[in-house]
């Protein structure tokens, strides 16, 4: 290996001493030199560049709260010299510091004309730069002094597990909403998140929602943390016997089976719990015109998945009590 690279160099230096490769480095050499008057020519002459500006609102009271966001930056064009935007391009430079009170138009205005933008953006940049467009021209925003109301979130959105899987109670980091506005809120005000779907879940998922803007109002936060518990289904089963009702007084109702077997799937954080008294009825009502009664199943919980009831309809006599 040492060798191979020993010969890879001696390759290279007598290739570089040869006349044509004399040529190549003279060559290359002309090229960087041109290079490097062509830089210096262009750092005098005009050149157009854009810039991005951060924006910092300071000295803003605490009860003050800005209904209208305002920008993060400002997008500015700038002509001049190129020696003195390539001082610029390559400092980072500092946040445009726009102090609260000094530009507080009227009562719940603040506002930076496109004229107070470009004073503030040629002390910046100098006053021999040329400012060709600004983006945001202006910066406006109205506030208010007034507390916030709690505003319940409704959650927007539709959910499905996957085949024999079940979701849970939707889980939210904050149930409610602080919200601010120049006017009264009103009692009917409703927030809620913007839209989303998941479909087929297998595993439980947490995500960000933003919630829904409202013209007008400010909300704070602006999105919450979701999360949708999902969790296999057990499969369990349970023998009940059957009960009756509507049975005339003086009367029994026999069935044939006496019992009932229940299949069903709870999910598995529910796999352990004691079951509630469930029953499974025949009905003396439904009787008529028929040799066997339907069988219903009554106060079962609402997490029970699937049901069915084997036998689902049995035989039965009537029979007079002695």
């Known amino acids: 290996m040492k060798q191979l690279f020993i010969r890879i160099i001696t390759a290279f230096k007598n290739r570089i001493h040869s006349k044509q490769g004399k040529n190549i480095v003279l060559f290359l050499s002309c090229l960087l030199i041109s290079y490097v008057f062509w830089i210096l020519l262009n750092l005098n002459n005009e050149v157009q ?84 467009s600004l983006s945001p021209d202006s910066i406006r925003s109205t506030y208010t002094t007034k507390p916030g109301k709690k505003v319940k ?12 899987y079940v979701i849970g109670d939707i889980i ?85 089976p006496s019992t009932s077997e229940i299949d069903y799937l709870v999910p598995m954080s529910k796999y352990s719990e004691k079951d509630t008294i469930v029953k499974v009825i025949a009905d003396f009502k439904q009787s008529r015109n028929t040799d066997k009664l339907p069988l219903n199943i009554v106060n079962a919980p609402s997490y029970w998945q699937n049901i069915s009831i084997t036998p689902d309809s049995v035989e039965f006599i009537i029979e007079q009590r002695q």
Not at 83 to 94: D, P, R, V
Not at 153 to 164: D, R
Not at 211 to 229: D, F, H, R, V
């Open 49 to 132: 560049q854009e810039f991005v500006v951060p924006i910092e609102l300071v000295n803003k009271p605490d009860s003050i709260t800005l209904i209208d966001e305002l920008p993060s930056n400002i997008l500015i064009t700038v002509k001049d010299k190129g020696s003195n935007l390539i001082k610029h391009q390559w400092s980072s430079g500092s946040n445009l510091k726009l102090k609260f009170n000094d530009h507080i138009a009227n009562v719940d205005k603040f506002y930076l004309s496109k004229s107070e933008i470009e004073t503030k953006m040629r002390s910046r940049f100098g006053s021999n730069a040329q400012i060709i």
């Open 153 to 164: 979130i409704e959650i927007n959105g539709k959910t499905s597990a996957n085949y024999q």
């Open 172 to 256: 939210t980091s904050i149930d409610s909403a602080e919200v601010f506005s120049i006017a009264e809120i009103p009692q009917s005000l409703k927030i809620e998140t913007n839209p989303f779907r998941w479909e087929e879940l297998k595993d439980s998922i947490t995500f960000t929602a933003k919630l829904k803007p409202i013209k007008g109002y400010k909300i704070i936060p602006a999105e919450i943390k979701i999360t949708i518990p999902v969790e296999p289904l057990i499969s369990k089963k349970k023998m009940v016997v059957i009960s009756n009702i509507n049975t005339p007084s003086g009367y029994n109702l026999i069935t044939f």
